[in-house]
Structure formats: C-alpha cells, structure tokens
C-alpha cells in the first residue's frame, strides 16, 4: 500500500468521512500552534515587555490573550481541515438559534474576557472588592477568573461580573485608601483627651500609615453619646479588619487608662400613672 493509499483511507464517524491525512494535519496544526505560542510568549513578547516595562499582571494579560488568539485560529483551521464548519452552516437555522440561545451567557463571558485582558482593567495580584467580599485575583482566564478572599479560598468568577457589575480595584488607587472606625464617649468627658488618645491609638498600630496622617471628627451629639470617628490610611486591603481590630483594641486600652467610659445605649420610658380603684391601694403607680 502506497503511502498516498494510506494518507487517503478514510474513517467514516456517522455521515461524515475523516481520512488519516486529515488526522495528521490536525496534530501538525496542533503542535504548530504550541510552537508558535511559545515562540511568541518568549521571544516576542519577553523582549516587548521589557522594551515597554509593562508590570507583571500587563504581562500576564498580553500572553494570555496571545495564547487564546492562536489557539482560536488553529481551531478555526481544525474545524475548516475536517469539515465541521460547513456543516454547522448546512445545519437547520433553528439549531443555530438554539445553540445561540444557550451559549449566550459563555459568549457574553468570552467578550468580557477579551475585554479585561485588552484593557487591562482588572490585572492578577490585584486587589478588589465586589459587593462586600475583598480578593487578590489569582488568575484571569478566557471566561473566568480566579480570586482568592482573604480567608485563602478561592472562588471561580465569571469575567462579565467583572466587567459589567460595580467593582472596586483597590489597587488602581493612586494613593492610599482611607478607612474608619467609630466610637462614643460619655457625655461629660473631655473631648480633647479624646482626640488625643484616638490619635495616639493610630500612631501605635504599625498599619496606619503616617502620611496622610491620621484625624479625629467630632460626627454627632449621639443619644446617648458623644460620637467620633477616626479616619485613617492603610495599604493593608485584605487585612483591613484585623488592622481595624488592633485599633480598637488600642483605643479601648487607652480609653480605660484615661477614665474615659463608652456608654451604653440608654433609654428613658415614660408612662401615665394608673390609678386604681381599691381603697387598701395606693392611688397612682409609677409605671
């Protein structure tokens, strides 16, 4: 049997008719996309990244959309080599609007994808916040993405969530972000010494940055207190709560050094005096 004999023989899959040239065309492509994807990533890309200066997560971005583009292209390629995408436009109308109909959610994850490695509006190593849950991003994929929270578990995310709903990036700020805890004071306690040690509570704990400095607002005359808030800087995004928590820790330690009381709420009930009609009983009775 002549090799053109072999490369002809034909592998019948249901209507459709696959020959062992087209098999091996198919891997050819295969290992000429993984040849071509590393020749990118490591000599085109390393040398216009370090032209450009690009951070580690631009880079991951550019290689992963890369990666995606030429795999895309050899599967289009695979698709044309066995016949599959003649077929599918032969195929009933209907079908396709079925298909259509129930991948539109993974499309609409697709574009998204492309759209945040394009942008570079969501990198990995970033730190973000959707809804109330902080989370380093680990990886961001075609459809997905992968974060980790700050208990260290890590959650799948569809990468139209990520482009589409509100999403803090803390690590696109310019500067610091500024956090704040909050407390009140009896009434009757010098305001001053407040302001005093709630500073000095932010100047002990090593998270809270120096510049900007730290300040103390004198919020409200509360009900039952005096409320103050102390406004601070930290670049500990993930560990914030912990860092909130040794603040408070602080202030309460000072506070209790310095005699000044945080109340409790209090409320005072006022009801109208019954009045009973037995002689042997008192007339009124406070309530």
């Known amino acids: 049997m002549e090799l053109r004999e072999i490369l002809e023989f034909g592998l019948i899959f ?23 994807t590393f020749l990118v990533n490591q000599v085109v890309l390393r040398r216009y990244f370090k032209k450009k200066n ?31 995408v003649s077929v599918v436009l032969a195929s009933s109308a209907a079908l396709l609007v079925g298909i259509g109909l129930g991948l539109q959610d993974a499309f609409k994850d697709l ?39 700050k208990d260290h578990n890590s959650i799948l995310i569809p990468n139209s969530k990520l482009v589409m709903d509100a999403v803090m990036n803390m690590s696109h700020n310019k500067t610091a972000t500024r956090f704040n805890i909050k407390v009140g004071v009896a009434y009757g306690s010098d305001v001053a010494l407040v302001n005093k040690l709630l500073l000095q509570a932010a100047d002990e704990t090593s998270e809270v940055l120096k510049n900007p400095a730290p300040t103390v607002q004198f919020k409200d005359f509360g009900d039952s207190s005096l409320d103050f808030s102390l406004l601070f800087y930290s670049e500990e995004f ?34 109208k005096n019954r009045k009973d009609t037995s002689s042997d009983a008192p007339t009124n009775y406070p309530q």
Request: glycine share 6%.
């Open 14 to 36: 249901g209507k459709h008719k696959i020959t062992v040239g087209d098999i091996l065309a198919v891997i050819l492509i295969i290992m000429a996309a993984r040849m071509l």
């Open 54 to 84: 690009l951070d580690v997560g631009r880079q991951y971005a550019v290689s992963q959309f890369a990666r995606y583009l030429i795999y895309l292209l050899a599967l289009f390629f695979v698709l044309e080599l066995i016949g599959i």
């Open 111 to 149: 574009v998204s994808g492309i759209i945040i490695l394009v942008e570079g509006s969501v990198e990995v190593e970033d730190i973000i916040q959707i809804g109330d849950m902080p989370a380093k991003v680990k990886k961001i994929g075609l459809r997905t993405s992968v974060v980790e929270t």
């Open 238 to 271: 993930l560990a914030i709560e912990r860092v909130m928590s040794d603040l408070r820790f602080a202030v309460e330690r000072l506070f209790r050094e310095n005699n000044i009381s945080i109340p409790f709420p209090q409320r005072e009930v006022w009801l």
